[in-house]
């Protein structure tokens, strides 16, 4: 019984690897190399059947099964890839959000400081439609990261040619982002420590 056992692993490993190679010479027709790996399995595997007389119905049996395998581990595979795009996708939106957001609240911190980046006025329901959109990114993610969202575009305006003027209505903004992080943060830490005592 073990020599039988050990046989149908080999002979399920040969067409394991017939299987393999024949999905490559489909995925790359052109690469004479997979042509040649595959006819060489192949033969291999006739071979190794003819030679051992296996009955045919077993090893029909066992052909399925590998290929049952197969097309599994190719599901999974796929399974995979699918999700792993998914994932790509959430963080692409995620960032083409956190640029929106960017771009809104440097529109509105240069108009606070009656610098606008082009020429044109923002119409006033663009400027009412980016407001609600900086207010739904607020509310959707953490304030850790419009923190840091917003931090990222005080520095940049604060690289631009500015007037001291500017510069100095730029701070004050600087320092109530910071007061606001304080008081934010700060009720995060309070309500930490409460939940640290009730425990």
């Given amino acids: 019984m073990p020599v039988t056992h050990d046989f149908e692993k080999e002979l399920a490993n040969r067409y ?4 393999s190679a ?3 010479e489909v995925l790359y027709p ?7 790996k595959r006819e060489k399995l192949e033969t291999l595997y006739q071979d190794t059947v003819l030679k051992s007389k296996y009955p045919k119905e077993r090893l029909k049996n066992l052909e399925e099964e590998v290929q049952k395998e197969q097309d599994n581990q190719m599901n999974q595979a796929e399974q995979f890839k699918q999700a792993y795009k998914q994932g790509i996708l959430q963080k692409l939106q995620f960032t083409k959000e956190e640029t929106n957001y960017k771009d809104a609240y440097k529109q509105e ?3 606070s400081l009656n610098k606008e980046p082009s020429e044109k006025e923002t119409p ?3 400027s009412k439609k980016g407001e609600q959109e900086m207010k739904d990114f607020e509310a959707k993610h953490g304030y850790e ?4 969202l917003k931090r990222e575009v ?4 604060k690289e631009m040619d500015l007037t001291p003027v500017q510069k ?3 701070n004050q903004i600087e320092k109530g982002l910071e007061q606001e992080r304080l008081m934010k943060l700060g009720n995060k830490k309070d309500k930490n420590q409460e939940n640290d005592m009730e425990m």
């Fill in 16 to 19: 394991t690897a017939l299987l």
């Fill in 22 to 24: 024949k999905e490559k």
């Fill in 109 to 111: 911190v240069l108009k």
């Fill in 145 to 148: 990261k419009v923190y840091m």
């Fill in 154 to 157: 005080l520095d940049e305006i």
């Fill in 168 to 170: 100095e209505k730029v």
């Fill in 30 to 36: 052109d690469n004479e190399g997979y042509k040649w």
């Fill in 124 to 126: 006033p329901d663009e």
